[in-house]
């Protein structure tokens, strides 16, 4: 007996679509923020002719600065909370979660001394730090104190620039 067109038809293994990768729109605007900003996608190999780590420089003020602490603000207009620990005398902790905890930033900061001019070497109002996501991106940045350390301000960016990615504002959260 011979097969009709229809069994002939059922006979034949279905026809599968091609699968196809996903990407959220958030993924997408993120990449080419950083592709438009001249920032590589991948934090691997090679050398960069891009910008390097570029610090303000440093001041001393009468009192030494004190970085540990709650503070709220917000970096590149993502509002939330930095919350600074200290590690030594000279290092610190940091982490910095958005409102909606959509983002965080953990940190590790370096506080930064000079020298005075009879060569004694004292804490200064600038922290420099490395950041992560903890999704793959990591970088640098810097921030700066104020003389009432009530304010900080900075900047940060990836890989090994100290800009471009945003600035960051804070205050005490206890003001």
Known sequence: MPLSVSAAHIASPPRRPKPRAR???RVLVGALALVSLGCPLSGTGGTSNGPRSNY????????DPQFSGEWVGDVDGLRGTLNIG??????????????????EYTLLLEHSYVDTEDGVEVPSNRVTFTWQD????RGKGWLLINREDT????????GVAT?????WSFVRADL
Do not use: Q
């Open 134 to 137: 903890g999704l793959g991106s």
């Open 23 to 25: 990407v959220s729109s």
């Open 56 to 63: 303000p420089p440093a001041s001393v003020y009468e009192i």
């Open 86 to 103: 200290e590690l030594d005398d000279r290092a610190f902790f940091g982490s910095f979660v958005t409102r909606d905890n959509a983002t």
């Open 151 to 158: 304010a900080l301000t900075g900047s940060f960016g990836y």
């Open 163 to 167: 800009e471009g990615l945003g600035e």
